[in-house]
């Protein structure tokens, strides 16, 4: 699976969006963006994925970029509970999941 | 209702000593994994398995045997018990095996601590 880099943390005042950007210049056609989050102490939590158009959900927007090299994960309106390490991760035909080191956003008041 | 539980949660032990950690999903799932946490916070797949069947082993030592009696069940037996496997252990599951659906549930971790 290709790699992926993310910056290694960013800082957030709650209420404001969240953007986090993600690179994958490597990226191949079959392969999906997913993104995923750990808050300390607890599993990896499954956010949403898209394969070239930009998705929605209740809890974020996936902004995939037209030649599919990079995208951005948007939280709308960042709480102090989105504090948490976020990866971006690419899947192709098997189902594992090869987490990076993640971004690390900060929250604050 | 949680979706993928692990027991235990927390799990310490002594070098040379054999134990499981047990996992079940309760979401249909076919494909359910075991991933590894190590104290610099890298998580890494150990295996996945579809239907009961083994279709990812990375390169695991043999010490560790994951079994699948059934499909809501991937149990991992890790025998001989060394330092170096303190860890959080993940277990999870997800639906499809390719890419296209890898949503992955994870349970709340097992945290080993060999001693």
């Known amino acids: 699976d290709a790699k992926t880099t993310q910056p290694t943390s960013m800082d957030c005042a709650e209420g404001r969006a969240a953007n986090l950007p993600c690179n994958h210049s490597?990226?191949?056609?079959?392969?999906?963006v997913y993104w995923y989050r750990q808050i300390h102490s607890q599993g990896p939590q499954y956010i949403i994925h898209?394969?070239?158009n930009n998705e929605t959900n209740e809890m974020a927007s996936l902004i995939i970029t037209e030649d599919r090299k990079s995208s951005t994960l948007i939280l709308p309106h960042a709480t102090l509970r989105d504090t948490a390490v976020y990866y971006c991760?690419?899947?192709?035909?098997?189902?594992?999941?090869?987490f990076g080191t993640g971004t690390r956003l900060q929250v604050t008041l | 209702d949680t979706a993928v539980s692990q027991t235990p949660k927390y799990l310490v032990t002594q070098m040379g000593n054999d134990k499981s950690i047990k996992c079940e999903q309760n979401?249909?799932?076919?494909?359910m994994y075991w991933y590894k946490q190590d104290s610099k916070k890298f998580l890494k797949i150990m295996f996945s398995?579809?239907?009961?069947?083994?279709?990812i082993n990375e390169t695991v030592p043999n010490r560790f045997s994951p079994k699948s009696p059934d499909k809501a069940h991937l149990n991992l037996h890790i025998n001989s018990l060394e330092l170096g496997d303190s860890a959080v252990y993940f277990c999870?599951?997800?639906?499809?095996?390719?890419?296209?659906?890898?949503?992955?549930?994870f349970g709340q971790g097992t945290r080993l601590t060999v001693v």
């Open positions: 999870a599951s997800s639906q499809g095996v390719d890419g296209r659906n890898t949503e992955a549930f």
């Open positions: 490597t990226i191949s056609g079959n392969e999906y």
């Open positions: 898209g394969l070239k």
């Open positions: 991760i690419l899947t192709g035909t098997a189902s594992k999941l090869t």
């Open positions: 979401l249909g799932h076919d494909t």
């Open positions: 398995y579809n239907n009961k069947e083994l279709i």
